[in-house]
């Protein structure tokens, strides 16, 4: 997947790192910790100050004018890298699937858009397929099942690579739970346009985490960890939502998404 | 004013097509090449003899299967149906060459007609079968009225093992190899009539047959 | 039918406080996910036959002219007639047109959802005919007075308990006065009350779930036989069909039946299929005088003519309803018109109009689920997203919205405002907060299932930049 790593001393390979706009705004603990991954695996990681929103909320409510305004700002920002990583499959799945896409009719930034396309991941596929062996940490013994964002899931097929980076770390044991590759009911916007709807299919969504008697519940996208977290919390679930780099990168000192349960 | 319609719909599809004139001569000759392709496109792949499978599908879809040694068998597995469901002996039977020559026991009552509401068995002869899925190929004809298939709780179809094939592909050449091309009704049956309408609980029977019967006689 | 796509809200809303209605959707939905799942996984060929399949429409598609006049052609040479119809009010004319000609009295239909999409029943009672749905889904739902909830299951959320109503209600004029409420028996009734509908019809209405251009002929595929039975004891066939569901030849057909039944009942082949081409032949004992094909358009021009031409690719299949989380919440009826799920929510605004059918292209979390069992490979998401661009072209997105979003996009591309403005915004958020907030202005629809988790307290810029600093 990712080609191999120029491991001469002369340069290390550099990262952009996009944390997105709800890792910025809610959860920076996952910035960290994929500062923290990306650098123990030899990158030279750079955070442009530059960034803010991937602009899937214009793209995804057919504003394509400004989806397409940001998308320059971030093919720009992001231009000089080796690679740009993204701890959010939906985020990186825009940068890679939807960008080219929307510059059909602007030869330039096509071309922009596809080179930035084939250089961007998604963290977990990023680090799993860089294949460092290095020991991830421990944690004490708890069980985790995991919830594959739709995005990630259909658009980059991130499925196997959050378990296989987890499997590395000791003490953590995987329960799946039934239909993990269902919509969680975030979708973005979705959620506060159709709150019902959406409502309903988080029920289901916890319900199925509840099921398997899990500690925690992890993912690869806030929004949708957001929107789980939210729904244990509204039903006094002892269940602890965490995003995969949190745990990947042994920064689980903090509450958990939503907050402990009192 | 229907040929206005005709046009107006031909027209919007040519408009829609980035097209103002008819097809150039060329790509209609093509396509009228490919219409007269009769190559096959994707065939799934079995390891199974036609027969086991043709049987092992036909099972599968809730039918009934049994072989037979020849043509003067066939009355015999007739009768031991019948008699397994106590049905009626009064039957419709299609006619072919080889349906014609069964000789039927003496308590049977044997018509050849198109199927009515109050007729319980009929029996006729499938024009091919398919082992890919366990299909019988009836065609309508004068000797084979439609009805026959669908309005009997009981249909009882004779196929020849020569008349199986692998794939429903090699059957459409048999069909336009058939003196009056194709038949007005080509019915391709696996298993009997069924429906989940209610609750999605199977349910056999819904309009047509109950039960589906195949005979096939083997070929030595 | 006349569409109520515009209380898609409210609609969806009763859908799930409807607790009869959320039990049959939930009984449906897990049964159709594994049949499809098992008949995938035992076809190697499957993905083979999907592009193969997609291949075949597209090019079918791209000359589609050619395809639909051979079809006609073909149809008149073997001794039967082809209509055309730009809308549902042509086609209705035409169907009326034949049946009076015919001296018709009663009509037995087949399940066709260009019979649904033209609203052929209501229109041939006006005119005074008796046309009777034997599909048996369809039968409960016209004894309902209700649109079919699924395409290809369209009684899917009525139970048990309600059919045995319906059918006590309805049947004593056949002389049954007893309640049967077991799934035999209620199948062993619909049988019989409809038995004498098929033998006394005088015209037979179906759809056709194909058209092949070489032969002419129409394919039916069914699994209780009704269509059959339609299609051949009445003096009148008609067939009601859209213009892009012709095929060039029985050899591309074979590839669409193989992703057909799997996809819709995880069936190898329906128990039904069949193939008609033109009326009785003449030693025939049965089968109709007379053949017709009414070929309606109904804005499918249009979409071969735009952005929305891989729609055209869709066999109703129906898997993209069973596989969407939306449509499992909410079933059928909330669509407001005749097709549902993710390929309804595409063809309805294009078919009844951007305006009415809004909620339709936004109702959707854009998961994908659809578009990866689509047998036909169809980007449904993609289909959506761009009717939410017409939308916003429109101006058909909603005020608030619309506000909000470029609010949103103005501070998205102005780094240094973005973070100078919701750097104290989301400190706010977070004080006081012991992880999240069980109600919050602005953002009720959240709050209504769920809590909502609060930011940690500062951005990962501002505390970034100044660790860097630090350093
Ligand atoms: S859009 Fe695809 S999955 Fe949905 S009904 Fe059509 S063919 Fe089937």
Redesign the interface.
């Known amino acids: 997947m990712v080609e191999q790593i120029d491991s001469s001393p002369v340069r290390q390979p550099r990262v952009g790192l996009f944390v997105t706009c709800l890792v910025d705004l809610f959860r920076p603990n996952v910035g960290f910790a994929a500062l923290k991954l990306l650098q123990r695996a030899g990158f030279d990681v750079v955070i442009p100050s530059q960034q803010t929103c991937c602009g899937q909320p214009a793209y995804n409510n057919g504003d394509a004018r400004d989806a397409r305004e940001i998308a320059k700002q971030v093919i720009d920002v992001f231009a000089g890298y080796d690679y740009t990583v993204v701890p959010s499959g939906s985020c990186a799945g825009m940068i890679k699937e939807h960008y080219p896409r929307l510059f059909d009719a602007d030869a330039e930034y096509y071309e922009k858009a596809t080179t930035l396309s084939s250089r961007c991941f998604e963290l977990t596929e990023f680090l799993d397929g860089i294949g460092d062996g290095a020991a991830l940490p421990e944690m004490p013994s708890c069980s985790y099942t995991y919830h594959d964002s739709c995005s990630g899931l259909r658009e980059l097929g991130i499925k196997q690579q959050p378990r296989a980076l987890l499997a590395r770390v000791s003490g953590l044991s995987m329960l799946e739970m039934q239909d993990s590759n269902v919509c969680c009911g975030f979708g973005g916007t979705f959620c506060v346009k159709y709150p019902d709807i959406s409502g309903r299919m988080v029920t289901d969504k916890v319900e199925a985490i509840c099921a398997t008697g899990a500690d925690m519940v992890l993912g690869g996208d806030l929004g949708c960890l957001m929107n789980i977290a939210g729904r244990l919390k509204r039903i006094d679930s002892t269940v602890s939502v965490y995003h995969v780099a949190e745990v990947l990168a042994g920064k689980t000192d903090i509450p958990p998404i939503g907050g402990n349960s009192s | 004013m229907?040929d206005s319609?005709?046009n107006?719909?031909?027209d919007?599809?040519?408009?829609?097509?980035?097209?103002d004139c008819e097809?150039d001569a060329s790509?209609?000759t093509a396509?009228d090449g490919?219409?007269?392709?009769?190559?096959?496109?994707?065939?799934?792949?079995f390891d199974e003899p036609p027969l086991e499978r043709f049987v092992d599908?036909l099972e599968t879809?809730h039918a009934t299967t049994v072989r037979v040694a020849g043509v003067a068998d066939i009355a015999a597995a007739i009768d031991s149906y019948i008699g397994a469901h106590r049905l009626p002996t009064n039957i419709v039977v299609a006619r072919s060459a080889l349906l014609d020559n069964i000789d039927w026991p003496a308590a049977f009552h044997v018509e050849h007609?198109?199927a009515?509401?109050d007729d319980v068995v009929s029996v006729t002869e499938a024009l091919a079968g398919i082992a890919?899925?366990?299909?019988l190929v009836c065609g309508?004809?004068?000797s084979h009225?439609?009805?026959l298939?669908?309005?009997p709780e009981n249909h009882v179809v004779v196929i020849s093992e020569s008349r199986l094939y692998k794939?429903?592909?090699e059957v459409?050449q048999e069909?336009r190899r058939l003196p009056?091309?194709?038949?007005?009704?080509?019915?391709?049956?696996?298993?009997?009539?069924?429906?989940?309408?209610?609750?999605?609980?199977i349910?056999y029977?819904?309009?047509?047959?109950r039960r589906l019967h195949v005979i096939i006689i083997e070929q030595h | 039918m006349q569409s109520v796509a515009h209380e898609f809200k409210a609609h969806a809303r009763r859908a799930l406080q409807d607790t009869t209605l959320q039990h049959a959707l939930a009984r449906a939905k897990g049964g159709f996910i594994d049949q499809r799942r098992t008949a995938i996984e035992a076809l190697p060929e499957f993905d083979e036959l999907r592009a193969c399949a997609k291949q075949i429409k597209n090019h079918t598609l791209a000359h589609l002219d050619y395809y639909l006049e051979r079809y006609e052609a073909q149809v008149k040479a073997d001794g039967g007639q082809v209509h055309w119809a730009r809308g549902p009010e042509e086609a209705r004319r035409i169907v009326i047109d034949i049946c009076r000609a015919a001296g018709a009295r009663r009509i037995t239909k087949g399940k066709s959802m260009v019979g649904e999409e033209i609203a052929i029943n209501p229109a041939l009672e006006a005119a005074g005919f008796e046309a009777i749905e034997t599909d048996l889904g369809e039968y409960i739902i016209q004894l309902a007075k209700e649109p079919p909830s699924h395409i290809i299951a369209p009684a899917v959320h009525k139970t048990r308990g309600e059919i045995t109503e319906l059918f006590y209600a309805h049947h004593r004029s056949h002389g049954i006065n007893e309640r049967v409420s077991d799934v035999a028996s209620i199948v062993n009734e619909a049988r019989s009350v409809l038995r004498e509908a098929f033998v006394t019809a005088d015209v037979g209405i179906t759809g056709a779930n194909f058209l092949v251009a070489q032969t002419g002929s129409s394919i039916l595929v069914t699994n209780e036989g009704n269509g059959d039975l339609t299609c051949s004891l009445p003096r009148v066939h008609i067939v009601t069909a859209s213009i892009e569901k012709v095929v060039p030849t029985l050899e591309d057909l074979a590839v669409f039946l193989r992703l057909l039944g799997r996809s819709a009942t995880g069936q190898e082949m329906s128990s039904y299929t069949s193939i008609f081409t033109g009326p009785k032949r003449n030693a025939d004992l049965d089968g109709p005088a007379e053949y017709h094909v009414v070929l309606l358009d109904h804005g499918r021009s249009a979409m071969l003519g735009n952005e929305f031409r891989e729609m055209l690719r869709c066999i109703r299949c129906g898997a993209c309803l069973n596989h969407c989380p939306v449509y499992g919440s909410i079933g059928g009826h909330s669509y407001g018109w005749v097709y549902s799920g993710p390929m309804g929510a595409v063809l309805t605004p294009l078919m009844v109009g951007l305006r009415e059918a809004a909620d339709l292209p936004n109702a959707c979390t854009l998961n994908g689920r659809c578009q990866e069992v689509c047998p036909m490979g169809i980007p449904l998401p993609t289909m959506l997203r761009r009717l939410r661009m017409r939308e916003f072209e429109q101006n058909l997105t909603g005020a608030r919205s619309r506000w909000l979003l470029s609010i949103w996009a103005f501070l998205a591309k102005r780094p240094r405002l973005y973070q100078t403005l919701l750097r104290p915004f989301v400190r706010l958020l977070a004080i006081g907060s012991r992880g999240t907030r069980r109600s919050l202005p602005l953002a009720r629809g959240w709050t209504q299932s769920r809590d909502f988790p609060t930011p940690q307290g500062r951005t990962f810029q501002s505390l970034y930049r100044a660790r860097q600093r630090k350093q």
Do not use: C, Y
């Open positions: 229907s319609a005709r107006a719909v031909l919007s599809v040519r408009k829609a097509l980035g097209r097809l790509i209609e396509l490919r219409l007269n392709d009769s190559g096959p496109h994707v065939l799934p792949v599908k879809v007609r198109g009515t509401v890919e899925t366990g299909t309508s004809s004068e009225p439609t009805s298939n669908f309005l794939h429903m592909e459409w069909l009056g091309g194709l038949p007005r009704a080509v019915n391709l049956i696996t298993g009997p009539s069924k429906t989940a309408d209610v609750e999605q609980t349910q029977g819904a309009h047509g047959p």
